[in-house]
């Protein structure tokens, strides 16, 4: 029940650190059966729009009367915290001394900040409908909406971190499933990296002719991949030799643009071979804007950085759910026999290679798939 013995229903009770939990009913009363041995020291209720209850537990299981207290609807004026304009002030603070407000220094900022999206963005409830996937009373599962938070991925529970705290202030053992990782997966993660993509290679031989197909699925990640900012590249390589290990020669399918790198292969080079170049490129913007002059250091350069003026001049990235197919024929030797190798690899790269290059930065690329197929040429 509330502050003022009124009783609070559907709200959910839970043995403190367990998923062994229920709700209470229209009269606010519980039941909650334990099996198990549990360490908790407490049991806990909460429903939207409280704070968090709770009583301790006893041995010989008394009835328990938990009170929640009610989220004040305005500010707490007890709460030192600055406001921004004069009318939110207090007239004084806990240290007795005149709150200032943001808008006392800076009131045209404070007028010009008020009037912005931002100033309302916690409240603003067409971001908060379309986040929740509800609609303005509250009603899950109204479409469009968030079905996954970035959280879910790059925030998996380790399965190993069982405590939130140490146990000397107070740290309970907790299901290592309901506690997410802090590590933040990313682009660092090679193995998080890998799950995130898949790559399939299928070849056949047909009239002397060699034909390799690549599909490459996004599998895991809820975004196009490669995402973040625009640096961010993935190369595609196909590799085919025959058996003595001389490459074959390509004459259908792509080849790595030049962004991936011009120069000695064993140097990381890919431009101009067998494969494909996965990124949003973006382009230089000749001029500001309408009625300006042209830039005086334009050069119609691709790609170029995210922080200059710029249009999209490529993006070919694989969204999420989805694929990319493409298709490679090289011709066979003449020999009557052998075994023809081939090899398809997704490098990723953190940015385009003539920049790592020029900044002396010696990242080498991630090989995040790969697959080899071995093919024998009969007569």
Not at 185 to 194: A, L, P, R, T
Not at 233 to 249: A, Y
Not at 257 to 283: H, I, M, Q, R, T
């Amino acid at each position: 029940m509330n502050q003022i013995n009124i009783p609070v229903n559907d709200a959910i009770v839970r043995i403190q650190g367990t998923t062994i939990s229920t709700r209470t009913d229209v009269d606010g009363k519980f039941k909650i059966e334990v099996k198990q041995k549990v360490s908790a020291k407490y049991i806990t209720a909460w429903k939207s729009g409280f704070y968090n209850g709770g009583a301790l537990i006893y041995p010989d299981k008394p009835p328990y009367h938990i009170v929640l207290s009610p989220i004040e609807s305005a500010d707490n004026k007890n709460y030192e915290w600055l406001p921004s304009s004069l009318d939110k002030m207090t007239a004084k603070t806990d240290t007795g001394n005149e709150s200032q407000s943001c808008q006392h220094c800076h009131p045209q900022l404070v007028r010009e900040w008020e009037k912005s999206a931002h100033s309302g963005s916690a409240a603003n409830p067409v971001f908060l409908t379309f986040f929740n996937g509800t609609d303005v009373d509250g009603n899950r599962n109204i479409d469009p909406g968030f079905k996954i938070h970035c959280q879910d991925c790059h925030m998996k529970p380790d399965g190993e971190t069982f405590r939130f705290a140490l146990e000397k202030v107070g740290g309970l053992n907790r299901d290592p499933r309901t506690i997410p990782s802090h590590t933040i997966f990313g682009i660092n993660d090679k193995k998080f990296m890998e799950n995130a993509i898949s790559l399939k290679t299928n070849a056949v031989i047909e009239n002397n002719i060699l034909k390799v197909t690549v599909k490459i699925r996004n599998t895991n990640a809820g975004h196009h991949y490669p995402t973040g900012n625009p640096m961010r590249n993935m190369i595609l390589l196909v590799e085919t030799n025959d058996e003595k290990g001389n490459p074959l020669i390509m004459n259908k399918g792509s080849r790595v643009p030049s962004w991936g790198g011009e120069g000695l292969k064993e140097n990381e080079n890919y431009s101009g071979l067998p494969g494909k170049g996965f990124a949003k490129v973006l382009k230089d913007r000749p001029h500001y804007g309408f009625k300006f002059k042209q830039r005086i250091n334009y050069k119609n350069n691709h790609p170029v950085p995210h922080w200059r003026r710029a249009i999209i001049e490529s993006d070919n990235r694989i969204p999420a759910n989805s694929y990319d197919l493409s298709t490679y024929e090289f011709m066979l030797p003449v020999i009557k026999n052998g075994t023809i190798t081939v090899k398809t690899r997704l490098i990723f790269r953190r940015a385009y290679k003539s920049w790592l290059d020029s900044k002396n930065l010696n990242i080498a690329g991630m090989e995040i798939g790969q697959s080899l197929l071995r093919i024998k040429k009969d007569d």
